[in-house]
Structure formats: C-alpha cells, structure tokens
C-alpha cells in the first residue's frame, strides 16, 4: 500500500509539469501582445516596455519556459495582471469553496443514485425501473447550468425556500449541488441498474435466498458490495466532469470557488490566472483519481494482495 | 403447406426503436437549422419594444425577450449555430482521434508510447476546462469555439481507437495480411481501420451530444457565440439577470438544448445496438 501510494505521488509532479508545457505552448501562440495585456490598457509605452523587461517576454522562448518552470517549483505562478503579482494565495483561498461543493455533490450522488439503482435494477421492466429510467435519459440530456436556473426560479424566486446565489450557510449550498450531481446520479443509477440485474441472476444471489433470505437484506448484504466497485469507477471517470461543471455552476451562483476565479481570468485576458487555476483542477483530478484507486483497495479485496 | 417452406425465411430484425426515435429528432433539427430563419414567424433579431418581456402569448408562442425579440423565431434560427458547432467540432475531433489513435495502436513501440503519453497527460485536464482555456486563447467566434470543444474531446477518442485497433492487431485476418507482405499502412487502412468504423461512429455520436452541452455552457458563459446572435446557450447567458421577473426566459432555450442532446444520445444508444449489442454502456 505504501509502495503504490508513493508511486502514484510521485507521478503528479511529472503530470503537472507536462500540463504546464501543453498550456505554456498554447497561450504563447496567443496573438497579441502580452506585455501589453500584463501592464493594463491605459499604460503608456514606456510602462508596457517596462514590463516586458520585468516579465522576462523579450528573452527568447527557451528562456522563458525555463523560468516558467523555474519559478513553479519555487511555487511562483508567474506574474497575474489581476493580483499585481503570483497568484497562487488567491487560488488557495478559492479551494475550500470548490472542494465543499465537489464533496457535497458526490455525497448526493451516492445517496440518491444507488437507492435509486437498486430499486430500478429490483424492480426490472416494471413502473419503478420505468420512472428512474426514464429519468436518468432525462438528467444526462439537460445542461447543467440551465437546471440551475429553473431550479432558481422555482425554489428562489417563485417558493422563497433557498437563496439563489453566494456562499452563505448549507441553504445556499442546496441548489448549486443538485445543479451539478444531477448528470453523476443517473450515472451512478444506470450503472447501479445494470449491475443488480446482472447480478440478480448469479449463483450467489439464489443461494441466498434458498436459505429464506429476504429481498433487502440479499440486496443491502450481497448485491450492494458487488455493485460497489463500478460505481466507484464511474465517479472516478466523471471527476472531470465534476470539475469542469463546478466552473459553470460556480459562475451561475456566484459560488466563490477555484472555477469563479478562473472566468474572472478569462474575461480580463490574464493567461497567467487560466494557466494556475487550470493547473489546479489537473491536481484535483489526479486527486480523486488517487482517492479512487485507495478506495478500491477498501471495497475490493482482490486488488489488496495484488 | 409447400408454399411456406419455400418462401424464404427472412432474419427479422427487431426494429430499434432507440434509432427511430433519435433519428426523426435528428433529422427534424437538421430541417430547423436549414430552414429555421425562413421558417420564423419573426425576424430573430427584430426588436418590438412593446412586447418587452411579454410571456407566451398568441402572438409570441413562447413570448418575447428583454429587447422583444420573439423568443420562438430565435430558438429556430438558433438551431443552425449549436448544430453545426456540435458536428464540426465532432467530425475534426474524430478525424485527429482516429489518426492519432490507429497510428499508436497499430505501430506500437515508441510512436505509441510518444502518442498515448500525450494523450494521457490531456486527459488529466478537465474536458471543460481545457475547453475554456483554449476558448480564451483563441477567442470567442464560432471558429474558436469549435476548435476548444474539438480538441477536448481529441484525447477520448483517439484513447478508444487504439484499444479497438490493438484487439483487432491480434485478429487472424490482420496477421495474414501483414504475412503475405502488405504494407503496414494498407493494412491500417484496408483491414483494421474499417473494423474499427462502428466503434468510432457509435462513440461520435455519444460525443455529439456531450458536444452541445460544451457549446451552450460556453455560450452562456460568454465565451462561445456572442449575443445578439441567437445562440441557445448565450440567450440563456442572457436571460440570467430577468430569471426573477421574467422567467419564461429560461424555458425554451433550456428545453431546446435538452432535446437536441436527447437526440443525439438516444441516436447513439441506437447505433450501439445495432452495430454490437454487447458494447459496454457507459
């Protein structure tokens, strides 16, 4: 466990250096001037050249990736036109907010779409599995934002029950979740169907109930543990998109998270920003990848001695 | 009794009502963005001050917005932009997945490793947050938009592409082929990559969906197609201010952008079906 925890660790740093090469190439072959974008537009040229020789941009290309990866493993991010400097306190102090709505959202997703699962995968080809279908089609074909937005005008605006936007106490966190879990719970439903009806047929599950078994406790007691391991795997291959709907729904409820900070990046040009944020949600990545392949080793006992 | 044993027993195939269903969808969106603007009952950017914010009405089906364009006729002149966003953005997609991943899987050894090490590092960024990235370098146009959303989705398929080829490497037929001495190119392109088709359409047509849900959600974050232009997710951008006073905003373009990916996801469920019934569901 240790060996393999170490092995993976050890992989970010070289993920995160790559990523940073990708984004370095990408934002260098931006047009316009970066200097110019660095120093505000109402600088005057002498302060633009000024700040092309204080950023390094007139030394060659080498140079400045160089100092660029320099500079990271001094954790300096580079100079940020909307902090006057490295950005990397601010996106800290973003992090809590996101991970508070990641780890909100993925608790709601397990404790609606396993339930939900189960029953469908029970209940196979009858009304229940009909209704969790029908609607797990229904959540995978509806953008994520704009369930927000109903969400706002029916909770908020129309029934007054829960605030429509900020960081403000767990109401406010209410509406941002479902928001963003809504696509990981029919995920998790469908897998969860697919796996119980696939499961019902086996050995195991007939032996349990020739012993006098009940349904429930052949599901929670057997069925369940089995099911585990793809749900798990579905989470994991869907942190991306966690992460990424996280900077919308951060944006649609004013959620001051690491996504937020990154528009706000976006709609002033400051490619120093994009570049850190993004670096930031490679990490969050790599971290709920590495958070999963733990888990397995918890819920899966095969893998532990393997 | 002899009649019956002659006639020939024809295979029937259930009809797949997932291919019936997307495809009709499909193609009345296909109609929409050729011929919405004609179609229109208003011109989409004609402003009518006194219909301001109005809700449905007999006039305006699904009423009008802040200016009073007729929210209808900017829904059907709108399809054109998300469609064609979703499908270049898809075919360029496909087109840099498939070589990418073919030529990895099918010469191995260092081009593989140089390939899927790329690919693999582009996959720890999140697909819509690469997708922003690139749409903030390259700017907020049509053109840009499709290329963010192309090259987020580049990295998943050319990753399935070389898993199909490396199966189909190992198949009998790929080997008699390489044994009697063709070249490794015409095996690539004469044996394995037509093996690989159904694969890579099924997964295209998946993504195309995924694809509408990127545009619009760059739409309404102001970095896809600029207002005034009637783009679904950029009138949901703008409705985001009136959602307290008039929330009739939010409803259509939502509705729309649902159903187009409906379509899309039911239309490659179908396609799955059809083409190998033991395909994982993903």
């Known amino acids: ?306 | 009794m002899a009649d019956i044993a002659a006639a020939p027993r024809r295979r029937r195939r259930r009809p797949n009502l997932h291919l019936l269903v997307g495809g009709s969808l499909l193609g009345l969106f296909v109609a929409l963005a050729v011929l919405g603007p004609t179609l229109a009952p208003y011109d989409p950017m004609a402003q009518d001050l006194f219909a301001t914010m109005e809700p449905p009405t007999a006039a305006h089906w699904l009423g009008a917005d802040q200016v009073g364009r007729d929210i209808l006729s900017r829904i059907m002149a709108g399809t054109r932009y998300t469609l064609s966003i979703a499908l270049a953005s898809v075919a360029a997609a496909a087109l840099i997945g498939v070589a990418l991943g073919s030529i990895a899987g099918h010469f191995g050894g260092r081009v593989d490793r140089a390939v899927t090490g790329f690919v693999d590092l582009l996959l720890t960024i999140p697909n819509l947050v690469l997708a922003i990235a690139i749409a903030s370098a390259v700017g907020s146009s049509p053109t840009g938009l499709t290329v963010a959303i192309a090259a987020s989705f580049v990295p998943s398929i050319a990753r399935l592409v070389r898993s199909r080829v490396l199966e189909l490497r190992e198949e009998d037929f790929v080997n008699a082929a390489v044994t009697i001495g063709m070249s490794p190119w015409r095996v690539l392109a004469r044996h394995v990559l037509p093996n690989a088709i159904s694969v890579i359409v099924v997964e295209t047509s998946l993504l195309a969906g995924q694809a509408v849900l990127v545009g619009s959600a760059l739409g309404f974050l102001g970095l896809g197609v600029q207002p005034p232009a009637p783009e679904w997710g950029a009138m949901l951008g703008a409705s985001r201010e009136a959602l307290e006073i008039a929330p009739h905003l939010v409803m259509a373009p939502g509705l729309a952008i649902s159903l187009l990916v409906f379509a899309f996801n039911t239309f490659g469920d179908g396609l799955r079906d059809r083409f190998d019934p033991n395909m994982q569901q993903r």
């Open chain 1, 1 to 306: 466990m240790l060996r393999f925890l170490v092995q993976r660790l050890a992989t970010i740093p070289l993920v995160a250096i790559g990523v940073i090469t990708i984004l370095f190439v990408i934002f260098k072959s931006v047009p316009g001037d970066e200097a110019t974008l660095a120093a505000g537009a109402t600088s005057t040229q002498a302060e633009i050249e000024a700040m092309r020789v204080r950023l390094g941009l007139d030394r060659p290309l080498l140079i400045q990736y160089a100092g660029h990866i320099w500079g990271l493993l001094h954790l300096d991010l580079g100079y940020s036109s909307t902090f006057r400097g490295n950005p990397l306190p601010a996106i800290l102090e973003r992090i809590p907010a996101t991970l508070l709505l990641m780890s909100s959202a993925i608790a709601v997703t397990v404790a609606i779409g396993i339930p939900a699962g189960l029953v469908a995968g029970a209940n196979q080809n009858r009304w229940p599995d009909y209704a969790i279908s029908g609607g797990v089609v229904a959540l995978l074909a509806i953008p994520n934002f704009w369930l927000g937005m109903v969400l706002i005008a029916v909770l908020s605006v129309q029934m007054r029950w829960l605030p429509s936007f900020g960081a403000a106490g767990a109401a406010s966190l209410v509406i941002p979740t479902i928001a963003l879990s809504a696509r990981l719970i029919a995920l998790v439903a469908r897998t969860t169907r697919g796996m119980v009806v696939e499961e019902m047929r086996k050995d195991y599950v007939r032996t349990a109930r020739a012993k006098g078994l009940r349904w429930k406790a052949v599901l929670s007691r057997h069925v369940l543990r089995n099911v585990l391991i793809p749900i798990v795997t579905v989470i994991g291959l869907q942190a991306g998109y966690l992460l990424g709907g996280s900077v919308v729904v951060e944006r649609l409820f004013a959620w001051p998270g690491l996504g937020d900070l990154m528009l706000t990046g976006v709609s002033v040009r400051d490619y120093t920003l994009i570049q850190g944020a993004t670096l930031f949600f490679v990490v969050g990545f790599l971290v709920i990848n590495l958070a999963v392949d733990i888990l397995y080793r918890f819920i899966n006992p095969r893998l532990r001695h393997g």
